[in-house]
């Protein structure tokens, strides 16, 4: 795919002020992802690739209207510590960093912001009982705070996946994901246990088209 450009970074300081100041440009997404293992056939980079992905392609959707800040890579993952491979903050130091994301982008006069969470870690029902304070405080600047799977009905999963009814680390949501956006970063002969193995292509084209409607629908929402 193509992509015209939606990404903050691949601006320079007249084109941001221009696209602000005519109000060309208005919302901006941030998506938070992790750096941590993905079992032994997905690259740790995963969660930050996916929602990198997503973000890109839903601000495509409604171009020219919504820039993709640089993606957030290391999160919450002390759940991970223990199993060999992550990187890892504390929930407080991650919702304060996302704070001053959006914070930043207000000040430069974005009038609405949607935090794009792509790692299980940081959905707001993890953190907020953890940080109430940080999500008020998000919550006083009108950000929108959502998960991408989440935006999925039930009934997506029931129909289309045989063994998950949400995304499961590394099994047969993200390997099929996987194999649509990056298959690069899939080790194939590492593939060894059920969940996996039950990741086709197909899924994951109907994965991404699901996730992208699902949104997609929450930035119409939130532009509206």
């Known amino acids: 795919m193509d992509y015209r450009n939606v990404l903050f970074g691949e601006l320079t300081r007249k084109e941001l002020a221009e696209a602000i100041e005519s109000g060309t440009v208005q919302g901006a997404i941030v998506p938070t992802g992790a750096t941590e293992q993905h079992q032994d056939h997905l690259a740790m980079i995963h969660d930050t690739a996916s929602v990198t992905e997503i973000a890109r392609r839903a601000a495509d959707r409604f171009y020219p209207k919504v820039l993709v800040a640089p993606t957030v890579p290391i999160s919450v993952s002390e759940h991970h510590m223990n199993r060999g491979g992550a990187l890892t903050t504390r929930p407080e130091i991650f919702l304060e960093y996302v704070h001053d994301i959006c914070d930043s982008l207000k000040r430069l006069g974005v009038p609405r912001i949607m935090v794009l969470n792509g790692h299980g870690g940081n959905k707001r029902d993890n953190l907020e009982p953890k940080c109430p304070e940080h999500f008020a405080r998000l919550d006083a600047m009108g950000v ?37 956006a990056f298959p690069e970063r899939i080790r194939t002969d590492q593939i060894n246990y059920d969940n996996a193995l039950k990741a086709t292509l197909p899924k994951g084209g109907l994965i991404l088209d699901a996730v992208l409607d699902g949104v997609s629908g929450a930035l119409e929402e939130m532009l509206s």
């Open 144 to 180: 929108v705070y959502i998960t991408y799977w989440l935006t999925c009905p039930e009934a997506f999963y029931d129909a289309h996946l045989e063994l998950e009814k949400s995304a499961g680390h590394a099994g047969e949501f993200e390997t099929s994901f996987a194999m649509l």
